[in-house]
Structures are given as structure tokens and as C-alpha cells.
């Protein structure tokens, strides 16, 4: 039986992710508040900004500016969007 928790983002009992996503207070904090369909879309839109935007993951500014993006996204919080993304039509 998957874990449930009350989703941070969607503000709902969803199903939770199976295990922290990341070490440490924040891996735990989102492991115990935000339901894995957040984290899919957070993953997908993370995806966008890095290639949109350019971030270098190298660069300690844009990893910081990602993570800030994050946060607000978990949260249900304005965050940035990709600009001139165009979703594929089906």
C-alpha cells in the first residue's frame, strides 16, 4: 500500500513519494509534505527552466535561483515560468 500525505502544493491527501528526493531537512521535509504528482511536475518544469533559461547547474547563483523556484512551486507559491515555451500539440 503507497503512503499518503497532505500535499503542500495541492493542498490534498495524494499518494507520497517513496523515499526523500534529496539528503538532509529539505530531502525529509519534501518526502513528508509534497505527493509525488507534485514532484513530477516540479521535475518536468525544473527540466523547462534549466534548458529555457540556461542555468548552468555549475554556477552556484543558478542552483540557488532553482531552488528558490522550487520552493515557491512546492508551496503553490507565484513562481518563474519558462519564457517563449510553446507546449507541443497532441
Known amino acids: 500500500m503507497s503512503r499518503t500525505v497532505n ?3 495541492f493542498k490534498q491527501e495524494l499518494e507520497g513519494l ?3 528526493p534529496m539528503p538532509g531537512a529539505k ?3 519534501i ?3 509534497v505527493s509525488k504528482k ?3 511536475e516540479w521535475l518536468s518544469h525544473q527540466t523547462m ?7 548552468n547547474m555549475m554556477d552556484l547563483t543558478d542552483r540557488t535561483y532553482l531552488n ?3 520552493d515557491k512551486f512546492l508551496s503553490g507559491e507565484e513562481y518563474d515560468q519558462a ?7 497532441k
Not at 83 to 89: R, T
Open 7 to 9: 500535499c503542500r502544493k
Open 18 to 20: 517513496d523515499f526523500p
Open 27 to 29: 530531502g525529509q521535509d
Open 31 to 33: 518526502f513528508e509534505n
Open 38 to 40: 507534485a514532484w513530477q
Open 49 to 55: 527552466l534549466i534548458n529555457e533559461k540556461h542555468l
Open 68 to 70: 528558490q523556484q522550487m
Open 83 to 89: 519564457e517563449g515555451y510553446v507546449a507541443p500539440e
